[in-house]
């Protein structure tokens, strides 16, 4: 991939931006976790996020631009006080990360976005329904993520 059009292009930089808050957020919720499955869980959805991250910031700059840098903090609209409301935060990470891979899916026809794009949606979305199960959330999973 070398050239993209802007739609597709700040489709994939707010994907980035989300990824970022993403793994900002995981790390703070990681302070809160009481249950080492949580925090085992956590920990791997970091991971997933930051291999994410990494994949766009590659397309970013195989397009021959400059990817978003990283914030300092990033508000989410939950201030974590326990593993509840550790994991809600989460929960509106992986929204906003579906809403941009979600956006980078439409807005492209290149195969290997898309194909970024769908991993980025889907393993958000089953990231965000075990958090939804695990705090005792219904629905658990959404019929359609992403949606803004």
Known sequence: MTELSDEASRALRDALAAEHAAVWVYGLASA??????????????????????????????????????????????????DQTTAIEAVLIAERDCQVGWRAVI??????????TGLDGLSTSAARATRW?????????????????
């Open 106 to 115: 439409e807005r492209t026809e290149d195969g290997e976005l898309r194909r």
């Open 32 to 81: 809160f976790t009481t249950e080492s499955r949580v925090r085992d869980a956590l920990q791997e959805a970091l991971d997933a996020h930051e291999r994410q991250r990494a994949a766009a910031t590659r397309l970013v700059r195989a397009a021959g631009q400059t990817p978003p840098a990283p914030r300092p903090a990033y508000d989410v609209g939950v201030r974590p006080t």
């Open 132 to 148: 939804r199960l695990t705090i005792g959330q219904q629905p658990a999973a959404q019929a359609f993520p992403g949606q803004p």
